[in-house]
Every structure is written in C-alpha cells, then in structure tokens.
C-alpha cells in the first residue's frame, strides 16, 4: 500500500534562512510526486509536480524539489525563507495508472521568524 | 479560466442528520475527487468520480456517497453524521490525460458536527 511520511511535524525558520522539508514515500508504480501548501482556512495550492524527467523540479514562489528514487524522497527546499512562506506544507504521491488519486503526508508545520 | 469552487464553506449539524455539500470542477476537467481533512491531519482519499461514474473510493464507509453530473459539477452525501465527521471536505478536480495529474482544489467545506 502507498504512504508518504513527512517526519518533521513543525519547522521554525527566521527570515531570510533555507528551509528544506522532507518527503519519504511507499509506492508501488511509477510515482506522480507533488508538494502542496496550505495557509489557515484555505485550500491545497500546488507548489511543484514531477512526473518524469529531470529530477529537479522548480516550483512557484521560489520553491524547489528533488526527486531521489534510490532513497524513496522528494524533499522540498527553498533557498531563502519569506514570513510569507510561514503555512502547511503537503507531499503528495500517486500515479496516472491510480487514476491520479493522491495519499497525502500528514504535513509540516513551517513558523517563520523575524 | 475558472476555479473549484465549493459550497457552503462552513456548516453546523448535529448527529444522525445528513449533509450535501458542493463542487463546480475548473473548465476543462471531467474528474472530480473528494477528500476529508480531520484537523491536523493530511487530507484523505474519500472517492473519484470520472464521467458520472464512481472511479474509486478510499476507506469510507457506505453512509459517504456521491455524484457527478453532466456538467461535471459533483455532490457529496454523508448521512448519520458522527462527530469524527467533522472536518474540512476538499474538493478537487482535474483531467485523465497522463502526464497531467494535479489536482486543483477548492477551499473546501468546514464541517462541524454536535
């Protein structure tokens, strides 16, 4: 069965810093892989997908991720933190063969300090 | 291009009543997925609904159902509301074209229940 765990439960970062937030997956097929951010109240927004190809993967707001099969990760990184980037952070994982239905992490907490 | 939007954004019930709640997919996409999000937790998988028809459905007991309907509009039901019911209900919608598997989410429905 799929899974994804996001082992760290809050991060707190100060302004200006690097922030690099984990993703370790469980799946059987060739993954889909996505980072989702949440702020209070609201919806999933999608911050950057891989699906194929390089695995490097540049997102929006600054954000990057890569993909390392070998290690089953998909960590996401950004290099110099905005208190706007303070949210809820989501790996996702699933597949074009699974209908694209996603198992989500159970999300980090990213605070930001000034 | 036109978003997920969702219906209502919060409600109140009480155990044992029934709820229906609302998506309108982004144009263009023809597959609807639902997912529960319990407070503090990633969102969970509750079922997909693909040209009108049930295309999969997470660990949800029967009393969860749904719809699609010609627009690709979709309905959520849950009936005899428990208290672990309560959470905020992501809609999302996307397409069945491979290599494009993000789904876009709605800023979901707030259950409450008492």
């Known amino acids: 069965a799929q899974s994804v765990t996001q082992p760290d439960i809050h991060i707190t970062v100060s302004e200006g810093a690097s922030l690099e937030l984990r993703c370790n997956y469980s799946?059987?097929?060739?993954?889909?892989l996505f980072w989702y951010v949440q702020s209070p109240g609201q919806g999933l927004q999608l911050l950057l997908k891989?699906?194929?190809?390089?695995?490097l993967v540049q997102g929006i707001k600054g954000f990057e991720a890569e993909f390392k099969r070998s290690q089953s990760s998909f960590n996401l990184r950004k290099p110099s933190v905005h208190w706007s980037d303070a949210a809820e952070y989501f790996c996702?994982?699933?597949?074009?063969?699974?209908?694209?239905?996603?198992?989500f992490g159970g999300g980090t907490r990213v605070l930001v300090k000034p | 291009e036109t978003g997920v939007t969702q219906s209502p954004t919060h409600l109140i019930k009480t155990r044992g009543q029934q709820v229906t709640l609302r998506c309108s997919s982004q144009?263009?996409?023809?597959?609807v997925s639902w997912y529960q999000q319990a407070l503090g937790q990633g969102p969970q998988f509750i079922f997909q609904?693909?040209?009108?028809?049930?295309?999969g459905r997470g660990n949800f007991p029967p009393r969860f159902s749904g719809l699609q309907f010609p627009n690709y509009s979709s309905e959520l039901n849950v009936n005899a509301l428990e208290l672990d019911d309560s959470a905020l209900y992501l809609c999302?919608?996307?397409?069945?074209?491979?290599?494009?598997?993000?789904?876009?989410f709605g800023e979901g429905s707030r259950l409450t229940v008492l």
């Open positions: 999302a919608s996307s397409t069945r074209t491979e290599g494009t598997g993000e789904l876009f």
């Open positions: 799946y059987g097929a060739t993954p889909y």
């Open positions: 891989y699906f194929s190809g390089d695995t």
């Open positions: 996702a994982v699933g597949s074009w063969a699974a209908g694209n239905k996603l198992t």
């Open positions: 144009s263009g996409h023809n597959t």
């Open positions: 609904y693909y040209r009108e028809e049930e295309n």
